[in-house]
């Protein structure tokens, strides 16, 4: 098992920045991938960004790429997603995910094995 508990979430006004985190915990070992969605109010859940756990090779949305950075950092078990230059269509739950099957970069929901309870992230005009 691996627990997840994101943080770092909160309210910003457009153009601003915010650093989400996400500690893993339990069987950290068994982790591939880690990786950061959102899902805003009346949509799907959406990938954002993912990164390998033991190479850093990392994979963004299109859209998301030019203005979030994800990384690592393995000696606290925990991952970042550095979100710049926000929108207020970022407005969104932004929850963390682990992988602890595949040995490449998924995007897609439902391979990810593992997941936090989200954090609010609203961006107000």
């Known amino acids: 098992q691996v627990q997840l508990v994101e943080s770092g979430g909160g309210l910003v006004q457009a153009g601003g920045s915010l650093r989400l985190s996400c500690a893993a915990s339990?069987?950290?070992?068994?982790?591939?991938?880690m990786a950061w969605f959102r899902q805003a109010p009346g949509k799907e859940r959406e990938f954002a960004a993912a990164i390998n756990w033991r190479d850093s090779r990392t994979r963004y949305a299109d859209s998301m790429k030019d203005r979030f950075t994800i990384s690592r950092d393995n000696a606290k078990n925990t991952v970042y997603l550095q979100m710049n230059s926000l929108k207020p269509e970022d407005t969104a739950v932004y929850y963390c995910?682990?992988?602890?099957?595949?040995?490449?970069?998924?995007?897609?929901?439902?391979?990810?094995?593992?997941w936090g309870q989200g954090t609010q992230v609203t961006v107000s005009s």
């Open positions: 995910a682990a992988d602890v099957a595949r040995i490449g970069i998924p995007i897609a929901r439902d391979e990810y094995d593992y």
């Open positions: 339990g069987r950290t070992f068994s982790i591939y991938t």
